[in-house]
């Protein structure tokens, strides 16, 4: 049976090339940069968080996350990063390679559930999942239930990550996506787990996908 067009992943040779190209470009962009790391939930070395978590940022906040993953030794840890099944998913999934990063693909639009049951199995077998809550498409800074619900499914606690530039770009894209300027500084924090209980009421479960965006959104720049 053939795909559906709603269903299908896209990928093409040209997006192959633009992640792998973008991933080297973000690691030697990184070289110029300073980072100030504040690890408050325990998930970089010394580990005090050593079980798998769910990492949340902000879509436009992305540059420079695999570079900080590696700085702060976090590449010690199994981890796959949630992208979507688009063509531009597919530079992303790539790019993620060149940093030692493995892919989920899938989104709210498209392979919904396979995306889910992609999320479940890794947490499982002790990889962490990192996802922009607001991406692929938006709104920007709106945390989509997703995140929510596969916290809640599998018991899995969420770390809000935090970046902000001290001096940085921001394109003409639907989030805004932020590039810090060659030789700023970037300050990361992560910050402690937040948890979502089983068995809550719909209100309560809208009030808990509220809380985690009003944390991330305060620990914007904006």
């Known amino acids: ?10 990928t093409t040779r040209t997006a192959t090339i633009l992640g792998h190209t973008a991933g080297f470009f973000m690691k030697l962009w990184s070289m110029t940069l300073r980072y100030d790391v504040n690890d408050k939930a ?16 902000w879509h436009n906040r ?3 996350m695999p570079p900080i993953w590696q700085r702060t030794g976090g590449k010690m840890r199994k981890s796959v990063v949630l992208t979507s099944a688009s063509k531009d998913g597919t530079i992303l999934a790539t790019a993620m390679k060149v940093f030692g990063l493995g ?6 639009s498209r392979r919904a559930v396979s995306a889910l049951i992609g999320m479940k199995k890794a947490l499982r077998e002790g990889f962490d999942v990192c996802v922009t809550p607001d991406g692929p498409k938006g709104p920007k800074y709106t945390v989509q239930p997703g995140v929510i619900k596969i916290a809640q499914a599998t018991g899995t606690d969420i770390i809000p990550i935090h970046i902000r530039y001290s001096s940085a770009w921001r ?11 060659p030789f700023s500084s970037v300050s990361v924090t992560f910050a402690p787990p937040f948890k979502v209980p089983k068995g809550i009421s ?16 305060k620990a914007t720049t904006e």
Do not use: C
Not at 43 to 51: E, N, T
Not at 103 to 108: E, V
């Open 62 to 64: 992305i540059f420079t």
């Open 171 to 181: 394109l003409n894209t639907w989030d805004d996506f932020v590039i810090p300027k």
């Open 202 to 217: 719909e209100v309560e479960f809208e009030e808990r996908r509220i809380d985690l965006e009003e944390r991330l959104r």
């Open 42 to 57: 325990g998930v970089v070395q010394p580990y005090i968080h050593s079980d798998p978590v769910i990492f949340a940022l």
């Open 1 to 10: 049976m053939a795909k559906s067009k709603n269903t299908e992943i896209k």
């Open 103 to 108: 892919a989920i693909r899938g989104s709210s």
